[in-house]
């Protein structure tokens, strides 16, 4: 039922950041840095039994079950009101079976509570959009969390399609109290005729209290570039 909670945007911005940096900066902070792994703790696709009910008022309720060790309830809207859409969802969940994302099954549950929100003024093409978790289980020296912030522009500057300009930052801690932070910048732009996003991203990252495995001890930040195109069909 959390699947997507924490990635809800009503912009164009993640085909830059959900698909390029963020993923090539997370390798390096945990693989290179020993730090945090990323992630916005949801629970994704698993072989669960999902009711989703009917929309009543923007609302849809969601629930899932499944493989004796999972079970999580989430809560979204989508409406628009005086110009401006808006797109939200929270979810709780709770999970057993580290094997699936979590170790043993007798440990103590993992549990989530994540959630996203995005909102755009349709006039003028401003938008921002946020997302945030906590993860917990017995076990954990302390709690992970991460948050994330992302605002821009969207709007039709060329006649070929969309032009997507946006800022970002945002935080994860894991367990073990290691801290990575990020920032950055991307533009994407959207050719309709073929189907393509043309997509760009700068984020820049520090790190707090990792183990700079493959790296200089005293080098604690980094930066990446990465671009690239999408054709979706």
């Keep these: 039922a959390n699947s997507g909670i924490a990635e809800i945007d009503l ?5 830059a ?15 290179d840095m020993g730090g945090p792994a990323f992630g916005n703790y949801e629970f994704n696709r698993a072989n669960v039994v999902r009711y989703d009910t009917p929309t009543m008022g923007g609302f849809v309720v969601s629930a899932a079950w499944g493989e004796d060790d999972l079970w999580d309830v989430a809560l979204r809207y989508a409406g628009e009101h005086g110009g401006f859409k ?8 709770e999970n057993t079976d580290r094997n699936n994302g979590a170790g043993p099954t007798d440990d103590p549950a993992i549990e989530v509570l994540n959630g996203g ?3 755009m003024h349709m006039p003028t093409g401003l938008f921002v959009t946020t997302s945030a ?22 709007r039709k500057w060329f006649t070929i399609g969309k032009t997507t300009l946006f800022a970002m930052g945002g935080e994860q801690e894991d367990r073990s109290d290691r801290t990575a932070t990020f920032w950055g910048l991307g533009a994407v732009q959207k ?12 984020r820049h990252y520090e790190l707090d209290g990792g183990t700079a495995g493959l790296v200089d001890p005293n ?6 570039v990465v671009g690239g195109a999408r054709i979706k069909f």
């Design 11 to 15: 912009s164009n911005a993640s085909v």
């Design 17 to 31: 950041d959900g698909m390029s940096s963020s993923q090539a900066g997370s390798a390096i902070m945990q693989n």
């Design 86 to 93: 808006i797109a939200a969802g929270i979810a709780y969940g």
């Design 117 to 119: 929100l995005s909102i």
């Design 133 to 154: 978790g906590t993860r917990d289980a017995d076990d954990f020296a302390d709690e992970e969390h991460f948050w994330f912030l992302s605002g821009g522009l969207e």
């Design 191 to 202: 050719i309709d005729a073929a189907a393509m996003d043309l997509y760009i991203s700068y």
């Design 219 to 224: 080098e604690d930040k980094f930066d990446t």
